[in-house]
Structures are given as structure tokens and as C-alpha cells.
């Protein structure tokens, strides 16, 4: 899973087409909700897009 704790992010990254699986309370501040995605290499590289920065892969796909 791809744990996302920006709600913005996470309204960017549903735009995008990406699937929200569920929510739940931040376990740390119960007033935030963190945002659960599948994990694919594609949610990787667009929320890198989305953050201004350069995806890099730093492991092995296999």
C-alpha cells in the first residue's frame, strides 16, 4: 500500500485516475486521516510529479 498523508495529494492523485482503497485516523493526531493507495510504480512517479521532484527508482523491480 502507498500511505499518503496529504489530503491534496490525495485529491491530486484520485484526479490522476489512481484508486483510493480507504482511510483511516492518523495514529499519531487523531484529527488528520492518512489516505491508502495500491502501490504501483505509476503512483510513485506521479506523486513525484505532483511534488515537483525527479522519480528515481532505487531498487530492483524482480
Do not use: C
Request: no cysteine; hydrophobic share 35%; charged share 30%.
Amino acid at each position: 500500500m502507498q500511505l499518503v498523508y496529504k489530503k491534496q495529494l490525495m485529491v491530486d492523485l484520485v484526479k490522476l485516475g489512481h484508486d483510493l482503497e480507504y482511510t483511516a485516523r492518523n495514529r499519531n493526531n487523531m484529527k488528520y486521516q492518512v489516505y491508502f493507495f495500491p502501490w504501483s510504480q505509476q503512483i510513485e512517479r506521479d506523486i513525484a510529479k505532483l511534488n515537483g521532484q525527479e522519480y528515481v527508482r532505487d531498487y530492483d523491480e524482480g
